[in-house]
Structures are given as structure tokens and as C-alpha cells.
T-cell receptor, first 112, second 116 residues
């Protein structure tokens, strides 16, 4: 079974803090993704990575950065958290030649 | 640009009744289509997918979906709903973008409530 894990299920941070969300997959997938999920908006792509040290902006990259130093790990960084970044964050991974994505359980981030 | 529309934000059905969740897409070529389910507090799980061939595809948990090119639709169905099917359902379409990367666009989701 493919397993995608996220470091925290719930996280509460203060405005202005630097926040790290970690995602690890154990299936040697080349591609990894970060989405945010908000009610009525569905899933929106923040960043994705097609291979180690590679990254591409998604639809809503502003206020976020990412890091992929190892194939199995993809980190999302909020340089200075703001209240409008309160959301559910979902990580996903997939094999390069396919479209099917495997999702982690999500991190619900609250910024106060 | 590709897009996905799920016109029903919330649907309530009785346990044992049939279910149909609507999905319409906008994309110029033959799409790759997916339905995902998200149980409360969980990530998304793939229910089924359509790439080509038979337009009626079977998925897990007794779900099926039918691709209708003429209507640009990919509706999800289940003949008899169980209380455990209460969840949020997302339709998605995938394509190759101009940069050569695969892009998946998700609909806004339909929340299913199942009543006894």
C-alpha cells in the first residue's frame, strides 16, 4: 500500500511565525504536490515537484515556498504565517508516468 | 483552460436509496477523469478513474461512473447508499499543460449526507 504521511494532523501557529509542514511518501514516487483545501473552493495547487531539488509553482504559490532535498520528502514552508493561511493542507504523490495521486491525511493549520 | 464543475454542493439521500453525483468538465481533448472520496478528517482516496475505452467504469466500494463525451460529464453513481458513504466527493480532470507537466484540476466537491 502506498503511504503518504504528514507530520502533524493539527497545528496552531501565531501570525508571523515560520511554519514547516512535512510530507513523506514511501513508494519511491517521483512527483509530489502540496494543495490547500478550503470550503467551497475545492483543492488548489500550491507547489509541486517533479523530482529531487525541482519545484514548480502551482496556482496559488504566494506566501509559500517548498523544499525537496530527498525523493521521499517534500516540505511546505510558510515564511511568515498569516491568518488567511488558515486551512487544510494536503500532500500527494504519484509515479511520474501516471495521473493517479495518493494523498496524505492532511494537516489542519490554524494561524491566530 | 480546463475546469471541473460539481453543481451540487450538498446532497442528502436515505440509506438504501440510489445516488448520482454530477460532474461536468471543460477540456478540449480527451480527458483523464477521476472521482475521489474524502471521509471526515481524512485525505482523499481514489474511487475510480477513466482514461479510455469502456465509458462505464467500476470503482471501489460499489461505485461506478459513466463518461459521456457529448455532455462533457462524468457522473458518479451507486445503486444503494450505505451510511458509511457519507463523505465529500471530488471530481477531477487531468491533462498535460503547456509546460509539459501533468496538471490535475479538482471540482469544489459535493458533500453527501446519508439519513436512516
Amino acid at each position: 500500500d502506498v503511504k503518504v504521511t504528514q507530520s502533524s494532523r493539527y497545528l496552531v501557529k501565531r501570525t508571523g511565525e515560520k511554519v514547516f509542514l512535512e510530507c513523506v511518501q514511501d513508494m519511491d514516487h517521483e512527483n509530489m504536490f502540496w494543495y490547500r483545501q478550503d470550503p467551497g473552493l475545492g483543492l488548489r495547487l500550491i507547489y509541486f515537484s517533479y523530482d529531487v531539488k525541482m519545484k514548480e509553482k502551482g496556482d496559488i504559490p504566494e506566501g509559500y515556498s517548498v523544499s525537496r532535498e530527498k525523493k521521499e520528502r517534500f516540505s511546505l514552508i510558510l515564511e511568515s504565517a498569516s491568518t488567511n493561511q488558515t486551512s487544510m493542507y494536503l500532500c500527494a504523490s504519484k509515479v511520474s508516468a501516471t495521473y493517479e495521486q495518493y494523498f496524505g491525511p492532511g494537516t489542519r493549520l490554524t494561524v491566530t | 483552460a480546463q475546469s471541473v464543475t460539481q453543481p451540487d454542493i450538498h446532497i442528502t439521500v436515505s440509506e438504501g436509496a440510489s445516488l448520482e453525483l454530477r460532474c461536468n468538465y471543460s477540456y478540449g481533448a480527451t480527458p483523464y477523469l477521476f472521482w475521489y472520496v474524502q471521509s471526515p478528517g481524512q485525505g482523499l482516496q481514489l474511487l475510480l478513474k477513466y482514461f479510455s475505452g469502456d465509458t462505464l467504469v467500476q470503482g471501489i466500494k460499489g461505485f461506478e461512473a459513466e463518461f459521456k463525451r457529448s455532455q462533457s460529464s462524468f457522473n458518479l453513481r451507486k445503486p444503494s447508499v450505505h451510511w458509511s458513504d457519507a463523505a465529500e466527493y471530488f471530481c477531477a480532470v487531468a491533462m498535460m499543460n503547456s509546460g509539459g507537466y501533468q496538471k490535475v484540476t479538482f471540482g469544489t466537491g459535493t458533500k453527501l449526507q446519508v439519513i436512516p
